[in-house]
């Protein structure tokens, strides 16, 4: 029956118009029934911030077999939160996020709107993907990925993945990928993050800019080298954040 | 000389108005030259967001000795990157965050601005803690925990944290504090999430509200075991969120 296919649930931060979630729908469909809640305008950078001052609203937008579309006013992560409470009938077998325009590769999980919608997917119990391609042209060639994309989400819908764990996923922006990785986060920091401007004899206006300084960029085992090397990089994360390695240290603190 | 104190950066998601900002800065004071660059208006929920879409500003609102204050118009991680770039003449030896109206204990450590605080300090390199009290109060009494905020923030200075590790302290609302505890993170799911109302004939809007659902109550490791028993619970929390168990089974589905 119809309502047996496996149910995916789609969002992503770059709102609902975004090229990325088109193509990122396109590539998924043949694999289960898909519901979309996304974003109605961009949302890159919001983590997984919640609106907690105003409310938020959805609208359908579309409804054909296969496919169900809704935009939202809130937050990456208040559109999964919202599926869940009100248009899905049934807990969905994964939520994918994406695909996102632009690397959320290492230190980036932590402002990415797109992996908002996985970790809140995750936290929720549902497996979950965030696929991003080192891009930010709006009109980026997703189309090398498709078949990657789709081989792995079937995957994860017959293995699974273990409870708290999710993928953030990178692409790199190339014609021909090497195959995937499965990498750790590349330590190293941004740097040179905001460029001054003065507005009506104000001197303190800042935009953010900035470049990543990777701190380790020989290491294989990164993300990073993945992406500079032609590969796909699947970098499995954790939404238990405790530090286990340091509780006896600071046991002994007290 | 009184620029060899130590630098300590605060700033918080409630915004420089809050009582708990303030409360903190009159515990940490003894410890060194302090300087705030804090959200010029509540910034709750906004976990590690930045702000990507227009400018930020900054401006000072009042300097002492051992005591600067700036108000800034980005997001909680936004006013620590700003911070480092502009106001801060070295590398601080502290990152605190803080102190919360409200509890950020167990998965709520994903959704927090406090959090994002202490997140954009540990990723800067610099040992970080957040500080909240489990109570929504605006005149929250946060005396209690006083000497032990600034017992743990003293710790710290001296010890220092491993890399990429930074502390997460949740305080209950009591009078009367048994103590501290070392803790990891609480299991469990926030449920009911949405409060639905009707407006101009549309009934989709939603205000997040909802309850958290602890699924390990008894479970003495836990932060919520130890506020439950009137413990301060410090969490010891990773920014290398790479699921690290993951990696070898991952690689054999390739």
Known sequence: MENQRPLILVSNDDGITAK?????IKFLRPLGEIVVMAPDMARSGTACSLTVKEPIHYQLLRKE?????YKCSGT??????????????RKPSLVVGGINHGDNSAVNVHYSGTMGVVMEGCLKGVPS?????CSHDPNADFEPAGEYIRDLARKVLEKGLP???????NIPAVKELKGVRVCRQTKGQWVNEWENF????DAHYYWLTGNFENA??????TDHWALDNGYIAITPTTVDVTAYGLMDELKSWF
Do not use: R, Y
């Open 20 to 24: 990325g979630i088109s193509e990122l």
């Open 65 to 69: 077999v296969g496919l169900t579309v």
């Open 76 to 89: 990456p992560a208040d559109c999964v939160k919202l599926a869940f409470h009100t248009v899905l009938d």
């Open 129 to 133: 993907i965030g696929f991003s391609i």
């Open 163 to 169: 409870a708290l764990t999710c993928l953030n996923v």
């Open 198 to 201: 003065a507005h009506k004899d």
């Open 216 to 221: 380790e960029p020989d290491n294989e085992e």
